[in-house]
DNA sequence: TGCGCTTTTTACCATTTGGTAAATGATCCC
DNA sequence: GGGATCATTTACCAAATGGTAAAAAGCGCA
């Protein structure tokens, strides 16, 4: 649990006895690789902190191809959290791509740190926003050209290439699977 | 004020007296076609709401060219919110591509309403919270095609062609000019 | 109206990327 | 270990997009 108290004390204080709290209404939960944490169609029902492992949010879109639309690794937030929130249904998969282990709060217990911790809803939505700000200025920039995409991925994900696989990161980038490993090779 | 009254209460609910708070501390901006609402490398000091108009988003990447990164425009809040929040200066820039009127909030103002609508804090962050969201999911699928791309940028903002230059959608898209101008020949 | 400026369109060719298919490499399971 | 299965690489050609340049269209202003 000290990665996730570390992570959030970066937010904000809180005493030794916050800290139990928080995580006495947390629980381990160990994915297999493939498993999904949230699908497609259903409402969210936790909010999760990746341990250790990574996580990648994905939908099928209209021609039935498989897109991933971002990758989550440790020491992150792993939720659709607006649907979270209001209790409606998710527009994509957050699938395991590795073994993972997550510390994962049910929506009663993460509302009840609300209600008992002073000071938590401020640390929770600044969480929350980090969370989707970064996610929206470490993608692939639409503007560049594949390679240069590519390059970017490795700075921000520079151990990803051995942990996912080469589709996933295609798809991400949005180029074939083709076009990335000559992409690959002239790199080299 | 109508219009912003009419989107809080999307999020939750106030009384009168509240609403009354709420405008009292609201200002009203007028923009200029071109004027920077915020800039990058300065701290963002305002959230607004856009009542009338168009802003971008933008920055310059490495090679000097200029990026159209988002489009924002009637009913919607208009900021860097994270660095807003956080005191740091800002990445890109949140420029009027129309004639605008805004309702701003200065950051002292916009604190005080925390402090005196009692769950204003959770409508707050309900509404930045969604326009993280859409933001994230209204943009081009990198994956796609630039004729798709085009299309479903119609789709979105269906009157924008007449109102802001090709050169901004261009960008925003990821193609050049030239390309965009050929597929909306190609589209007729 | 006519001039100067900016924006958009068009044309040409070079380069990048996609689609299809096959070959190679890796992994899993019996 | 061997065979089946899946992932990655390579090759070939077609299609899409970029770069440069010039023409046409639109717009503000005298």
Chains 1, 2 share one sequence.
Request: aromatic share 12%; net charge neutral; proline share 3%.
């Amino acid at each position: 649990m000290e990665e996730l108290i570390g992570y959030i004390l970066q937010f904000g204080n809180l005493n030794k006895q916050q800290i139990e709290l928080v995580i006495s209404k947390g629980q381990i939960l160990q994915l297999k690789k493939e498993d999904y944490f949230s699908e497609a169609g259903k409402i969210p029902k936790e909010v999760g902190f990746i341990v250790e492992g990574v996580v990648r949010g994905c939908y099928y879109n209209n021609t039935g191809e498989e897109i991933t639309r971002c990758f989550i690794s440790e020491n992150s937030l792993v939720c659709d959290y607006v649907n979270f929130e209001a209790d409606t249904s998710s527009s994509e998969y957050l699938q395991a791509i590795t073994d993972c282990c997550l510390i994962v709060f049910s929506k009663k217990n993460w509302e009840e740190l609300s209600h008992t911790i002073v000071g938590w809803d401020n640390i929770k939505n600044k969480m929350v926003q980090l969370c989707m700000y970064q996610k929206s200025r470490k993608g692939p920039v639409i503007s560049q050209d594949a390679t240069t995409r590519y390059l970017e991925f490795l700075e921000n994900y520079p151990l990803f290439p051995n942990r996912v696989p080469l589709s996933y990161i295609a798809s991400y980038l949005g180029v074939t699977q083709q076009s990335l490993s000559r992409i690959r090779k002239n790199i080299r």
